[in-house]
């Protein structure tokens, strides 16, 4: 359930109910594809650096160890350790990155494992059995994932399967989720609004899908190669036919000003695997931009990566030493700089809620806007 508690502009600062917890929004999920944040942080990591949301993947999962051996462990929450909420994508990004466009069909989508070739199907019943045996929290619809830029009449297409797709797994998920074995009987379901950069398909899809009344909606398809404000200007067009009364989910973004300008227009719930992945290459987050760690004016630096962070890595830690252990290729150099940027980032959300409590947010936007993308 979404409480909204107010609004600053079109800005929401809203609590998500879910069975694993309240998530305070707007909120960043953290992404764990396979269970584990890449860069050594385990669950009870994500407790030290303000996580409130872990979000796995679906078909990582389903190649390997196996949704089945999942449940055997007993679910995504007992298998890694944490017990805070957990969202699972459909797989339908990794899916279409690995199927011919002649494998799709309305039944589903045929595609080759990047594992060992093998070939498998997954449409919208087995993308739900496979996240009901996860267990996780929320799962998302399968939905079709159209290259950028797309055609007109492909587009639309797309948009009336993935339509067609959301209904049965609505249906399979509410079967799911009556059966006695199942690990978690109130896991929700959210939506994926598509249309490529086509505004009125957005908006009549957007306007299909709310009919359904899911637990959350979310808005797919973008930060895929399209500008940044081609990005915007679709959210612009979509919200005001989003649910009110239900979480905005932005997926696959961003960068911190992308989030910035994403609350500004009313999206409550981010997810992206930059901050992890950039870290792993030195590219830090600071409060005046971003560092490149790598850099050798940083070989004696015995400052903190930023002096206003009170993160663990920033408490102990100096831009030398980390510098030292990247070079040197030592897996700890890349554990201490993901600590780093997602704590950054859940910071920079507890931020956005403190200035949205207090009605500060458009203020704390134009500071930040023009300064967090800096690379310094």
């Known amino acids: ?40 942080l385990s669950a009870y990591d994500l407790k030290n ?28 929450h007992k298998m890694t350790g944490w017990d805070g909420v957990i ?13 011919k466009l002649n494998n799709i069909k309305e039944e589903g989508v045929i595609f ?16 739900m059995r496979i996240q009901s045996n996860l267990g996780s929290t929320i799962a998302m619809a399968f939905d079709e994932c159209v290259e950028n830029p797309a055609t007109y009449e492909y587009a639309k297409s797309s948009v009336k399967r993935t339509t067609n797709w959301l209904y049965r797994c609505k249906s399979e998920m509410d079967r799911l989720n009556s059966l006695e074995d199942t690990i978690n009987p109130k896991q929700m379901l959210f939506g994926i609004n598509q249309g490529a950069t086509f505004r009125d398909l957005r908006i009549d899809h ?3 899908i709310s009919e359904l009344d899911l637990d959350g909606y979310a808005i797919g398809g973008l930060a895929v190669g399209e500008p940044a404000e ?36 009313g999206v409550d719930l981010f997810d992206c695997v930059m901050p992890s992945r950039n870290a792993r290459h030195g590219h830090l987050f600071t409060w005046n931009g971003i560092i490149n760690i790598n850099n050798a004016k940083y070989e004696l630096d ?34 201490l700089a993901v600590m780093h940027n997602l704590y950054f980032y859940n910071t920079l959300m507890e931020r956005i809620r403190y200035h949205l409590d ?13 300064i967090l993308d800096i690379r310094i």
């Not at 080759?112 to 087995?126: A, L, T, Y």
């Not at 081609?230 to 009364?245: C, H, T």
């Not at 207090?358 to 023009?370: H, M, Q």
């Open 49 to 76: 650096i303000k996580t409130q949301v872990m979000l796995s993947n679906t078909y990582h999962l389903h190649i390997r160890p196996g949704d089945e051996t999942v449940k055997k462990l007993g679910g995504l």
């Open 302 to 335: 015995d400052s903190p990566v930023d002096n206003t962070c009170d993160c663990p890595v920033c408490q102990r830690h100096t831009r030398a030493y980390i510098r030292h252990l990247l070079k040197a290729k030592e897996m700890l150099g890349m554990r």
């Open 87 to 99: 969202l699972t994508d459909s797989g339908g990004f990794q899916v279409f990155s690995l199927a």
């Open 206 to 208: 957007m306007k299909t």
């Open 230 to 265: 081609v990005m915007y200007e679709i959210i612009e067009a979509v919200e005001p036919f989003a649910p009110k009364d239900k979480p905005r989910y932005l997926m696959g973004v961003g960068t911190p000003v992308n989030i910035l300008e994403a609350v500004y227009r």
């Open 1 to 40: 359930m979404y409480k909204l508690i107010k609004k600053e502009g079109n800005a929401r600062r809203g609590e998500f109910i879910t069975p694993h917890g309240t998530v305070q929004m707007p909120a960043f999920m953290n992404v764990a594809t396979c269970g584990a944040i890449k860069g050594g």
């Open 112 to 127: 080759n494992s990047h594992i060992d070739g093998r070939r498998i199907f997954m449409g919208p019943e087995e993308s």
């Open 358 to 370: 207090n009605g500060t947010y458009r203020d704390f936007y134009a500071k930040y806007k023009d």
